[in-house]
Every structure is written in structure tokens, then in C-alpha cells.
């Protein structure tokens, strides 16, 4: 049975101007290589959104896609190959062209870490590992070693090349425009490193870029665990841990829905967004320990998604199970619940994750169909907010005592003045809503009877408003005047 209440805004009142923009990943997988269909239509998605701070990760499953030096330098010899990694680099630079990006090459080359033996790596760059991230002590200790690689790196695309550890130049032409760089991926998990080691290397990183670009802003930390790392934010945000001089423009962590293993499609709706106001708490925690430590440094969640089951890892042949239609709608609501919230506590970046999933346990957080590269209701719901919402907006109050139990609404003045509300449904069951003063005005939603078909719109000719199960909408009202 549908539920009924009445949502107004308090248009006077502002609560915060918006600095949020809706964004996503890209993780590097075989989809993107040169001539592979699927990975066109990926792009042409991602071109056509036309959003800002999209996140390039070219990471850990596929070592020959992501790493650019394999085999340690000799003295006479370097192993650096750009030529499975730039095709995909091109591709999404021309993607994003007159966008900014965010870049992370997380995945360092395993032999500048101590480890029993030299570890492996597939032969068959398509082919997926797990394994090859290893070793919690760099060889180097004073981390230069890597810090240089990460300085030639950023010379390779944006200054024309570099001269390796011999003494010899590598000539790419690449003058690409590259604003941000984060500094490795789930650090926490990733060679599992202490607030400590990670905060050195940082600095040793960031020293070695900013001489090859010194405008060059930079995230940090993109913890997995927010939640279970407070010491890792009150040790980096703390400038008296860090080197002079050294800025920390951003910091950024992840958020991902997981049921338990034998939850029902019906029963997930209810884990998920529990999950969300969990991590919400934990969102506020980590921004008063930012706004007293380092108010200057601004915050991106750089990877939200929501798995449909709970997978072992490294991941198995039979996680490839169906992903029921429900989830799709279910995922895109929660993203937008997100985007509403963190856009209140003033996140500067919402990124969903991720643009088109390589591993069938990954199918789950993919925003197109891995079989076609089209667009499926999660990515719509992205559009929806990229086209309708923005930084500057003021987002105001809504009027008291209008609580319903699911459904989530956010209302803002758009920077060109108009009127609009978000709406979620968080329920699997349809909802109906009076908004007063919204006849005569335009929705735009997603749901189960828009599919993967773009945003549908309609005039409203009433104040009620219907939610089908997991829907997100916007309204926008008439001009008052």
C-alpha cells in the first residue's frame, strides 16, 4: 500500500551552498582496450555526461594495463612500456576533453617492495590477478624510488616525456591537462600501510610531482575503511606529521553497500541504506576531525557502490550469479540518497563507482551493461543529478515535522533560480507525496518503468506526487512569478 505525506520547502531559509559535484570512477579493465565495442559505447557514455573530477584508475587485476615499469632497471637497461597503457589513456583524455580528471595510477611496480620472491605477473594482459601487490616494506625506505616513478609519470602525459633511471629519454608528445592526482588506492588494504608509512611516502610523491607541475592538487589516503581508521585521519591531517610546505588540497575514502551472503533482494533495501546512515556518521566524524586539523583541505568520496551479494575474495568463476532488474534501481536510489546527504555536509565530490565493471564480482557496481557498454538505471541516476544539480546551489530547509519514514528529499535554489526538489524513494514499496506548490511544474525521475532508457519528463498537473519503489526524482516548481 502507498504511504502519504506532504513535503514543502522553507525557500527563505539556506542551509548550506553546495560545493558537491556527482561524479564516478573509471577502473582500467580489458572493456577499454583499442577496438573493443563495449568499451567504445563506455566512453561515448562517459563523454556525453560531460561531468567534472571523473577518477582514472588504472589498477591492481591487470598489472601490464596499469604498470608502467615490470621489471626493476639495470644498469643498462629500463623495462618502461607505455604501449598497452596509453591507448586507454588517450581514449579517456579525449572522453573527458574540457573536464577535469583525477588521476591515480595506484598499483606500484611490486619489485620496489620487499618480498620472500619476485612475484608474477599473467603474461596475457587481459588476464585478472590478484596477487601481484605485495610486501608492506619498500625497498627503498626513504621512498624516492617511487616517488621518481609517479614524477615520470606525470612527465610522460603532461610534459612531453622523461629521462629514466640511466640517464635516457622517453619521448610520448602527451601535454594532457591533469589537475588532480590521488596518491594510491585503499591504502589500508593496499600493502596494508600504518598512518606513518603512508603519510612519508605522500610527502616523498608529492615532492617529486610538484617539481615536474607545481600546480598540481592532490588527494590523499583513499582509504577503503573510513570507519575503522580514525587514527589514519588524525595522523594526516595533522601538517605537524608532514613535511614544510607539503599541501594537503584533498583527502578522500569509500563507501560500499554489502549484504550478507544469503540476503534477499527484499531484505537488502533495508541493509543498504542502514548501511548508508552508518557511514553518514562516520562522514561527520571524519569532517570534524578535517575542520580542526586542516580546514583548508577539502574532501571527494572517491568510490560509492553497492554489491548485490557478498563474494569471497579473490573473487570465483560462480560470481558471475544474475544481478536481479531490483538492484539496479535499489543501487541508483542509494547513490542519490548519498549525493543529497553529503552534498548537506558540504563534500566537495560524490563519485559513483564505477563506469563499467571488468570482473563478474564487480558486475554489481558497474554503471553500463558489461555485455554492450549501454547505460543501466544506475548511470541514469547520475545523469539525472549532473543535469539537475550543481555547486552553488543553495540548498534550503525543508518545513518542520514532515518526517517520512522513506522518502528522502532535498530542496535547493539552483544557482539561475529556480526551484527544485530531490526526491528518493527508499522503500521497495510505491509512495505518494503532496508537494505543495508543485502543479504546473516538471518532473524528471528514474524508475522501474524508465529502465535504461534516459530520464523521463512530464509536467505535473497535481501537488501529489507518485513514487514508484526506488525511485529518484526531481522537481522543479513553476516560476512564482
Known amino acids: 500500500?502507498?504511504?502519504?505525506?506532504?513535503?514543502?520547502?522553507?525557500?527563505?531559509?539556506?542551509?548550506?551552498?553546495?560545493?558537491?559535484?556527482?561524479?564516478?570512477?573509471?577502473?582500467?579493465?580489458?572493456?577499454?582496450r583499442p577496438g573493443n565495442i563495449i568499451g567504445e559505447n563506455a566512453y561515448k557514455a562517459l563523454r556525453d555526461l560531460g561531468t567534472d573530477y571523473v577518477r582514472y584508475i588504472p589498477w591492481l587485476p591487470y598489472p601490464k594495463l596499469a604498470v608502467a615499469e615490470l621489471e626493476p632497471p639495470t644498469d643498462t637497461t629500463t623495462s618502461w612500456d607505455f604501449s598497452l597503457i596509453d591507448p586507454m589513456m588517450i581514449d579517456f583524455f579525449e572522453a573527458t576533453k574540457g573536464h577535469s580528471v583525477v588521476l591515480d595510477f595506484s598499483t606500484m611496480p611490486q619489485w620496489m617492495w620487499r618480498t620472500a620472491e619476485p612475484v608474477r605477473y599473467p603474461a596475457d594482459p587481459d588476464e585478472a590477478t590478484y596477487s601481484y601487490t605485495q610486501g608492506r616494506e619498500p625497498r627503498d625506505p626513504t621512498f624516492k624510488e617511487i616517488a621518481d616513478y609517479y614524477a615520470r609519470l606525470l612527465s610522460w602525459y603532461t610534459q612531453g616525456g622523461f629521462v629514466d633511471e640511466i640517464g635516457t629519454r622517453h619521448e610520448s608528445g602527451h601535454y594532457y591537462s591533469v589537475p588532480f592526482w590521488e596518491v594510491l588506492n585503499e591504502v589500508d588494504c593496499e600493502h596494508n600501510m600504518t598512518p606513518e608509512i603512508y603519510t612519508k611516502l605522500y610527502d616523498q610523491v608529492v615532492m617529486a610531482m610538484r617539481k615536474v607541475q607545481p600546480n598540481l592538487k592532490f588527494v590523499g589516503m583513499a582509504l577503503f575503511r573510513a570507519d575503522t581508521n580514525p587514527r589514519f585521519f588524525e595522523y594526516f591531517l595533522d601538517h605537524n606529521n608532514h613535511e614544510p610546505g607539503i599541501p594537503l588540497d584533498y583527502i578522500s575514502y569509500h563507501f560500499y553497500a554489502t549484504p550478507s551472503p544469503d540476503e534477499s533482494p527484499e531484505v537488502q533495501g533495508y541493509t543498504f541504506f542502514a548501511q548508508a546512515d552508518t557511514f553518514l556518521a562516520t562522514v561527520r566524524y571524519v569532517e570534524n576531525i578535517r575542520s580542526r586539523l586542516s580546514p583548508e583541505t577539502r574532501t571527494m568520496i572517491t568510490e560509492i557502490g553497492a554489491f548485490h551479494r557478498k563474494d569471497p575474495w579473490p573473487p570465483t568463476v560462480d560470481a558471475a550469479r544474475p544481478i536481479p532488474d531490483s538492484h539496479w534501481y535499489l543501487s541508483g536510489a542509494l547513490y542519490a540518497y548519498l549525493f543529497g546527504e553529503l552534498s548537506r555536509k558540504g563534500i566537495d565530490v560524490v563519485d559513483a563507482s564505477m563506469l563499467l565493471a571488468g570482473e563478474p564480482r564487480q558486475h554489481s557496481i558497474s554503471l553500463l551493461d558489461w555485455t554492450t557498454g549501454e547505460p543501466n538505471p544506475r548511470f541514469r541516476v547520475l545523469q539525472l543529478l549532473h543535469d539537475y544539480f550543481s555547486p552553488g546551489d543553495r540548498i534550503v530547509a525543508l518545513e518542520q515535522g514532515q518526517d517520512h519514514p522513506y522518502v528522502y528529499a532535498m530542496p535547493v535554489v539552483t544557482k539561475g533560480g529556480e526551484r527544485r526538489l530531490l526526491l528518493v524513494n527508499k522503500s521497495q514499496h510505491p509512495a505518494k507525496i503532496c508537494v505543495p506548490g508543485s502543479s504546473g511544474g516538471e518532473k524528471v525521475w528514474v524508475d522501474q518503468t524508465t529502465g535504461s532508457a534516459p530520464p523521463a519528463i512530464a509536467k505535473t498537473t497535481s501537488d501529489t506526487i507518485a513514487l514508484e519503489a526506488y525511485t529518484v526524482a526531481v522537481m522543479t516548481f513553476p516560476d512564482r512569478h
Open 1 to 32: 500500500m502507498a504511504t502519504f505525506t506532504t513535503v514543502s520547502a522553507d525557500w527563505d531559509t539556506t542551509e548550506r551552498v553546495s560545493k558537491t559535484t556527482p561524479s564516478l570512477q573509471v577502473a582500467v579493465n580489458p572493456y577499454f
